[in-house]
């Protein structure tokens, strides 16, 4: 079953978290268990060429569409989480945002030395983010293969940064 049915599923919330973002909400994807399997099921055509062995969700969301790839492909997931809630030994980035200022940890032992990875979230906008997991991951000695996103924010250009390896995305807004 495509994906394209179940696009009004993604809502639009108009000035979150701040006046002037439009937020891509995709809790009413995520609940529509026809919806989420489609995104998956076509995450995972979109990205095969890749041969990922390893799949990075960055906190939060990129944790639900991680996990699920992974299942669907047998491979592991590795996070990238926000700063004070990995317990052992981490590397730290900080990086600018749409909307802030934030940073980024990973354990160090996340990623073997030359493991093909593969870096997740909901959605592309600046691509401060995805930029700053890709760092983090190649600073442990990992191999960036790709960026997926169910979303792209193609007016962000946040493609831009993360010129290093092919960016997959579902959606383009
Ligand atoms: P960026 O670093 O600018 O690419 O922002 C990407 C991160 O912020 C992702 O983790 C997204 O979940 C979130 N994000 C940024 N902009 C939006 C938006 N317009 N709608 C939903 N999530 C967003």
Redesign the pocket.
Known sequence: MPLQPHLHLIRDVADFPKPG?????ITPMLQHGPALKAAIDALADLTADLQADLMLG?ES??FLFASALAYATGTGVALVRKPGKLPADKVRVH?G???GQDALEIHTDAVKPGQRVLIM??????????RAAADLVQQIGGVVVGYAFL?E?DF?A?QQRLADAPVRSLLHY
């Open positions: 973002i439009l937020f891509k909400d960055v969301r990129g990086y945002l749409e909307y979230d909901d959605v592309l906008a600046t691509g401060g983010t995805a979303i924010l962000l946040g």
